[in-house]
């Protein structure tokens, strides 16, 4: 008899035991599927010892800077020389001038106007960090402005904005429709001409003005740079920018890289080489880095 029981609820103990077997599937599906949700983590502010360093070397360089005005109004390193010199640099900014309109030419030691453009140079390369502005972070200069102004007064600019720098967003929204602006620096253009100009000047330094006898040979215009730097307020603010430039390029380029989503080796060495090698360094890391997590088309 008890077998007989046995062999009439065995149908149903099986169909009870499928059943059940069934829904823990069902649970443990669910369970596996189901998204975890984490509150959204605060923006990454910009490390301590960043703001540190910028605000210190922006009180060093302004003191350095500015030291260099005081005494005779009238003497080489007086501020209203130096702006009059600025404006002539300009003129022949590119060499364009120099080499196709000579005449129409402010002079000036081949060395100096090196260094000028040298240092416009570098300051383009920073317009490469435009999105930093995305998304449109809350703060009182969007880095548009910074990197337009960093053309024209260079480190007065951006070291106070490497200070007072808005967290880095950790979440990325999609772009549109990026801005002139924005295609501008993430196109390999920018990278490649400042490689361009930045060699340009190097030779320019070493055999510029050659036809007009009056530049001297390398080790003669090796001690007119060195006199320059010495004893003129525009010089000497040029080379403390090289130097404020060179210690403080690669600070947004860990943020940027995060921004982009980019790991592997070729990132370490993009990274090593923006942060060890003045300018050119910042030039491969421009040329050689990922698109960015929001311009990626989807």
């Not at 009238?74 to 209203?80: C, I, K, M, N, V």
């Not at 390398?218 to 920018?241: C, N, P, W, Y």
């Amino acid at each position: 008899m008890a077998l007989l029981a046995f062999a009439a609820c065995a149908p149903l103990l099986s169909h009870h035991t499928t059943s059940a077997r069934c829904q823990a599937r069902v649970i443990r599906c669910a369970t596996q599927t189901e998204p975890k949700t984490s509150p959204p983590s605060p923006d990454e502010a910009p490390p301590r010892a960043t703001r540190v360093v910028a605000a210190t070397t922006f009180l060093l360089y302004t003191y350095s800077t500015f030291s260099y005005a005081s005494g005779d109004p009238t003497s080489a390193r007086s501020l209203g020389v130096g702006l009059v010199e600025a404006v002539q640099l300009s003129v022949n900014f590119a060499y364009v001038t120099p080499v196709l309109l000579p005449a129409l030419a402010p002079v000036f030691a081949p060395t100096y106007e090196a260094l000028f453009n040298l240092v416009v140079a570098w300051a383009f390369l920073f317009l490469g960090f435009a999105s930093e502005d995305l998304p449109a972070p809350q703060r009182p200069l969007p880095y548009a402005a910074v990197a337009t102004l960093l053309l024209f007064v260079t480190n007065f600019v951006y070291l106070p904005y490497l200070v007072v720098r808005a967290p880095r967003a950790r979440r990325v929204q999609p772009v549109a429709a990026p801005s002139p602006l924005l295609r501008v620096a993430e196109s390999r253009l920018l990278p490649g001409a400042v490689a361009a100009l930045a060699a340009a000047s190097l030779a320019w330094a070493l055999f510029g003005r050659a036809a007009a006898g009056d530049a001297g040979d390398i080790v003669e215009r090796f001690h007119q740079f060195r006199t320059l730097l010495s004893t003129d307020i525009l010089a000497h603010s040029l080379g403390l920018d090289c130097v404020a430039l060179a210690l403080l390029q690669s600070a947004l380029v860990n943020d940027d890289v995060k921004r982009r989503g980019w790991d592997g080796p070729e990132c370490n060495t993009a990274v090593a080489m923006a942060r060890f090698v003045p300018l050119f360094g910042l030039v491969y890391y421009l040329w050689r880095r990922a698109e960015h997590a929001s311009l990626i088309r989807r």
